[in-house]
């Protein structure tokens, strides 16, 4: 006999008077069930009265406890899912088709990344905002520590990211690490690995089981993308008693009901919101806003508000997508605008030829005469505006002066200005044009000589 106590299962997430057969789900293959239960390991299906009516049951996912109809000698009927402590889902990648159920009832969150191409802050927002929407504990992993001589860097990144979340540098070809995940890996505990292909959530598993169980594929050299090794969600008990959730890799992470998550995980950014002059602040021009003020002085990050704000634009999408496309048609000025702006040119890929009128000096700004398919800055006053994260991709929520503060040579003997944002301070490189003022452009470049650090005396002692 079994002791499902052991598979996590406390009296509280019984219901009262319960009488019956409990189970949990252990993987999940389409419409057939792999449970665990005081009979031992079986198979079950849904029973379809229950779960396919309108209002029914909550489809179970692994992890799950269930109420079953314990059959000895065939598939066992599932009648009801038990109440879930934790619960982590994500909108299902085929259109149309709502939310997907990933894993419930865990204690920890192993969101993991790996350190070559993979390790993307952006990314690990979007997890981190679903793992604090499930109630349990995120500890972040950052694996592959073999391929760093020094992985600080990347650690200080991700408590950028996430402040107060644990994060620990591991190897599973070292063993580098492991004993920092101990204290989460305890008898009847169970944690959930989180994290695109090819970041080594099998590998992982197969270290903390001690045996290589799990397929492992490598992946591609070019730009370290995975291809799936794990390909269903399955639940494994180790050794010592802990119980790990591996899940597919998941090339899309769609918001789906994360309004609590969002609180959380942007917890530096929410505490800035209802304290705008105006109720009504939509935090682009405003006066009074306590959210540009907050990028200005440098206390928020003009990336980390980009971050929120794409974030809970998708989870809106999400829960109401009609009510979401209205918000956003009254936000426009017009169908027309919406179709200009679907039709914009990617001035990453395409040559930006747009004629402006600078804001800072006024001058008219015309393409001709820049010398390149781009540009970017004013040829009177070398001045522009933020408007892009990377170059061309016109994505920042800024639109901050950027003044020139310098002058570079590139490799090729070309000059490039530096720009640095007037609101955030961000800094960008931007190659100068053909028709730039050249004397504004000397004083840039000449002016650090001008206000030397030193006394310029002291240049004759070391000749």
């Known amino acids: 006999m079994m002791n499902l106590a052991d598979y996590g299962l406390t009296p509280d997430m019984l219901p009262e008077h319960f009488e019956g057969t409990a189970a949990r789900i252990t993987a999940v293959h389409k419409e057939r069930y792999a449970l665990v ?88 927002e979007r997890y981190l905002t679903l793992a604090r929407q499930s109630n349990a504990i995120p500890v972040i992993v950052l694996t592959k520590a073999d391929l760093m001589e020094d992985c600080d860097s990347h650690l200080r990144a991700v408590g950028k990211t996430a402040a107060g979340v644990d994060a620990f540098a591991i190897s599973t070809k070292t063993g580098l690490g492991f004993d920092l995940l101990a204290d989460y890996l305890k008898p009847r505990k169970t944690i959930v690995l989180l994290g695109s292909s090819g970041v080594g959530k099998s590998s992982l598993l197969n270290a903390l089981l001690e045996e290589k169980r799990m397929e492992v594929k490598n992946i591609r050299e070019s730009d370290s993308k995975g291809r799936h090794a794990t390909t269903v969600r399955q639940l494994v008990m180790l050794k010592n008693g802990a119980m790990v959730i591996d899940t597919p890799g998941m090339r899309e992470l769609g918001m789906w009901d994360v309004s609590s998550g969002l609180d959380k995980a942007f917890a530096d ?53 009609a009510a979401y496309l209205r918000n956003k048609e009254r936000k426009n000025k ?70 020139p503060i310098g002058v570079w040579v590139r490799k090729n003997g070309e000059w490039a200005l530096i720009h640095r944002c007037r609101t955030c301070g961000a800094l960008s490189s931007n190659r100068v044009a053909a028709d730039d003022n050249p004397a504004l452009l000397m004083s840039i470049a000449v002016k650090p000589l001008a206000l030397p650090p030193f006394p310029l005396d002291r240049i004759g002692k070391h000749t």
């Open 37 to 124: 239960c005081a009979h031992g390991e079986l198979y079950g299906r849904l029973k379809a009265s229950v779960y396919y009516a309108k209002g029914g049951e909550s489809f179970p996912t692994v992890g799950d406890f269930v109420h079953i109809d314990y059959v000895p000698d065939g598939d066992s009927r599932i009648v009801a899912t038990l109440p879930r402590k934790t619960y982590f889902s994500r909108r299902d990648p085929t259109p149309g088709r709502g939310e997907q159920a990933v894993a419930a009832n865990f204690d920890y969150v192993f969101i993991m990344q790996s350190l070559n191409h993979d390790f993307n802050p952006k990314r690990l």
């Open 269 to 321: 950014v929410e505490q800035y919101l209802g304290r705008c002059r105006f109720a009504d602040c939509s935090h682009e021009s405003e006066p009074g806003c306590a959210i540009k003020a907050a990028i200005e002085n440098g206390a928020l990050s003009q990336k980390r508000w980009e971050s929120y704000v794409a974030l809970k634009s998708e989870a809106e999408y999400s829960d109401d997508k």
């Open 334 to 403: 017009g169908i027309s605008q919406l179709i200009r702006q679907m039709k914009k040119p990617d001035y990453r890929h395409a040559p930006c030829l747009e004629t402006f009128t600078c804001k800072v000096c006024g001058t008219p700004v015309v393409p001709e005469g820049a010398g390149s398919g781009h540009r970017n800055h004013c040829p009177n006053c070398l001045a522009s505006i933020h408007v892009d994260n990377e170059p061309g991709d016109r994505a920042s929520l800024c639109k901050g002066v950027m003044e």
